[in-house]
């Protein structure tokens, strides 16, 4: 019996080492984010038309085509507003591997390391058991991105209005998604990145509690968008940039 017992407790260990080596994002964020460690949470936001949606799509293309000689990461994508265009992926891939080989390459082996889960408002709040089970299952998912977290918000808060007679603070509702989320990232490594919306204020205490970077997007003219970037509290640095159907192109960037 003793025997046995030592076995499980080492097949515990191997499976809990296991489930932390993970392939590393190189290459993938912007300088100006670095560092990016595993288990960080970057927090993406910005008004309407502001190019979160761009950003996302081409920081999923990025992660899809790094690492081409190492352990190729993978990206689970929770789409809550079903608004994925995978075309416009596909075109952003593409470029960026033509970039890189000089030549287009086959896309499929790289689009197949993207994972979609779906869900709905009454459902959205059970998610981490799922995410758990995928993560237990697939050491090769590095990166989580949540666009958006705030798209339930106020059902929620209305569900929680008719139980207690309270209406929940956008602030608060957020914190509630990240504490778990928090909880999720130290447990198996990943980095998670989620897209809020601009009613809901940027709060202090969220960025020093749970965010290691905060990115704040704006359109500054027709074509041009800036992107302020900052680790905690720190400013680390702005960029320029232009919104095409291949992706984000960079124009400058200050980082003082």
């Known amino acids: 019996m003793e025997h046995k017992n030592k076995s499980l407790f080492f097949a515990e260990d191997l499976s809990d080492i296991f489930l932390r080596v993970r392939p590393e994002l190189k290459n993938v964020f ?9 288990g960080s949470i970057i927090e993406i936001s910005g008004y309407s038309g502001s190019g979160k949606s761009c950003f996302t799509l081409d920081l999923i293309a990025s992660t899809l085509i790094s690492n ?35 030549s287009p390459t086959d896309l499929r082996d790289h689009i197949e390391r993207l994972q979609i889960m779906t869900c709905d408002r009454l459902n959205f709040s059970s998610i981490f058991s799922k995410l758990e089970a995928i993560l237990t299952d697939d050491p090769q998912i590095s990166l989580i991105i949540l666009d958006n977290l705030g798209v339930f918000y106020y059902f ?4 929680n209005l008719e139980e207690t007679s309270t209406v929940t603070k956008k602030e608060n509702y957020i914190a509630s998604y990240l504490k778990k989320f928090n909880l999720l990232c130290e447990k198996f490594k990943v980095t998670f990145v989620y897209v809020k919306p601009h009613y809901i204020m940027n709060h202090r205490e969220i960025r020093e509690n749970f965010t290691t970077h905060s990115v704040t997007l704006e359109k500054i003219d027709g074509e041009t968008f800036s992107m302020d970037i900052r680790q905690k509290e720190e400013f680390k640095g702005k960029y320029f940039y232009s919104v095409a159907s291949n992706g984000l192109k960079f124009k400058e960037c200050d980082d003082n």
């Open 30 to 38: 912007p300088q100006a984010f670095q560092p990016v460690e595993a």
């Open 68 to 102: 081409l000689e190492a352990n190729n990461p993978k990206v689970l994508l929770i789409d809550t507003d079903k608004s994925l265009n995978i075309i416009k992926l596909c075109e952003i891939c593409n470029d960026k591997l033509t970039t890189e080989s000089g």
């Open 156 to 159: 929620q808060s209305s569900m």
